[in-house]
C-alpha cells in the first residue's frame, strides 16, 4: 500500500458525458501527479500540482482539467468523453516540489461506452 | 527532449537471470528510476540511480553509465511473480524543474 488513495476504483459511462476523478496524497506529499494509461501503453503523464498550484502540464487535452484543494487532494475532471478517454488514470505523489520518487495510487479504471 | 528505449517484450525462465536494458538520450539528467508494475496494477518503485555504477537491492539491482545513456535492471533468482512491466523512467533539469519521464515499459513473462 503506497498511501496514495484513489476513487472511485471503476467507472463506466457513456460518450459526451463528464466524470471527476479523485486522489489523496500520501500523508506530508504536496506534489500530486496524474497519469494516464491506455491499454498496453506507456504512463502518459498529464498533469502535476505542488502545493495547491499547477507546476507542470505534460499532454492533457482541452477537455480534461484538474485542481488541487488546499487539504492537498486532487480532482482530474474529464469532460465530454470520448471512447478513446477508456484507460487507466493513476495518481501519484512525491514530498518534492518537482523530480524524485513518485509513489502511486491503485489507479481509476475509465470505461467510456 | 528526451527519448528513452527499453525492449518490448522479455521472457525468461524461473530461477534465472535477466537483464533488461534502457538507453536514453535527454539534456540536463540527474537520475534514473526503475519501476515495476503488475498488469491492471500501480507502479511500485525499485530503485533510483544517480551515480554511474551498479545498486543492489536483495534480488534486483541496477547500473548507470551517464556518459553511455545506459541503464539495465538485473533480475537474479527469478520467481513467477516478477511476471511485470518494468519501466525505466528519466529525471531531468529543466529549468529548475525536474522533469521525470517514463519509458513504454518492458514486459517480463517468467516461464517455469
Known amino acids: 500500500d503506497s498511501g496514495v488513495t484513489q476513487t472511485p476504483k471503476h467507472l463506466i459511462t457513456a460518450t459526451g458525458q463528464r466524470v471527476t476523478l479523485r486522489c489523496s496524497p500520501r500523508s506530508g506529499d504536496l506534489s500530486v501527479y496524474w497519469y494516464q494509461q491506455s491499454l498496453d501503453q506507456g504512463l502518459q503523464f498529464l498533469i502535476q500540482?505542488?502545493?495547491?498550484?499547477?507546476?507542470a502540464k505534460g499532454n492533457i487535452l482541452e477537455r480534461f482539467s484538474a485542481q488541487q484543494f488546499p487539504d492537498l487532494h486532487s480532482e482530474l475532471n474529464l469532460s465530454s468523453l470520448e471512447l478513446g478517454d477508456s484507460a487507466l488514470y493513476f495518481c501519484?505523489?512525491?514530498?518534492?516540489?518537482?523530480?524524485?520518487?513518485?509513489?502511486f495510487g491503485p489507479g481509476t479504471r475509465l470505461t467510456v461506452t | 527532449g528526451q527519448n528513452i528505449d527499453q525492449p518490448t517484450e522479455m521472457t525468461a525462465t524461473e530461477g534465472a537471470i535477466v537483464q533488461i536494458n534502457c538507453t536514453y538520450q535527454t539534456s540536463g539528467f540527474n537520475g534514473l528510476f526503475w519501476y515495476q508494475q503488475h498488469a491492471g496494477e500501480a507502479p511500485t518503485f525499485l530503485s533510483y540511480?544517480?551515480?554511474?555504477g551498479l545498486e543492489e537491492k536483495g534480488r534486483f539491482s541496477s547500473f548507470l553509465s551517464r556518459s553511455k545513456g545506459y541503464s539495465y535492471l538485473l533480475l537474479k533468482e527469478l520467481q513467477m511473480k516478477d511476471s511485470a512491466s518494468y519501466l525505466c523512467?528519466?529525471?531531468?533539469?529543466?529549468?529548475?524543474?525536474?522533469?521525470?519521464?517514463f519509458g513504454t515499459g518492458t514486459k517480463l513473462q517468467v516461464i517455469p
Open positions: 523512467a528519466v529525471s531531468s533539469n529543466s529549468g529548475g524543474y525536474q522533469k521525470v519521464t
Open positions: 500540482y505542488y502545493n495547491g498550484e499547477e507546476r
Open positions: 540511480n544517480v551515480l554511474d
Open positions: 501519484a505523489s512525491s514530498v518534492l516540489f518537482s523530480g524524485g520518487v513518485q509513489y
